[in-house]
């Protein structure tokens, strides 16, 4: 069992920057697999990045390439998204989530953070 707890949500102008962070408990978490998934209203969730348990691979979704990037520290149960470049269509609630595979179907998740909120202003 894992639980997640997002951070760092917020309001920022287009062109800034946010850096999320996805806490985890469990003494398992090196073991999974993190990603990040975005839902903006009437959207469906949408794959933005992951990382594999090492933290020595990642896969990132097309649009945001580039501008984000994710890290874990394995030893304080936790994996960020830095955020760069911020546009408006960034604009959603940010999923933490865990899986035992390396996959970007949201489907292949096992574990949910709660969500934060992201509003990027134009």
């Known amino acids: 069992q894992v639980q997640l707890v997002e951070s760092g949500g917020g309001l920022v102008q287009a062109g800034g920057s946010l850096r999320l962070s996805c806490a985890a408990s469990?003494?398992?978490?090196?073991?999974?697999?993190m990603g990040w998934f975005r839902q903006a209203p009437g959207t469906e969730r949408e794959f933005v990045i992951a990382?594999?348990?090492?933290?020595?691979?990642?896969l990132t979704g097309d649009s945001v390439k580039g501008r984000f990037t994710i890290s874990r520290d394995n030893a304080k149960n936790t994996v960020y998204l830095q955020m760069n470049s911020l546009k408006p269509e960034d604009t959603g609630v940010y999923y933490c989530?865990?899986?035992?595979?390396?996959?970007?179907?949201?489907?292949?998740?096992?574990?949910w953070g709660q969500g934060t909120q992201v509003t990027v202003s134009s």
């Open positions: 469990g003494r398992t978490f090196s073991s999974y697999t």
């Open positions: 989530a865990a899986t035992t595979r390396f996959l970007t179907d949201y489907k292949s998740y096992d574990y």
């Open positions: 990382i594999n348990w090492s933290g020595g691979t990642t």
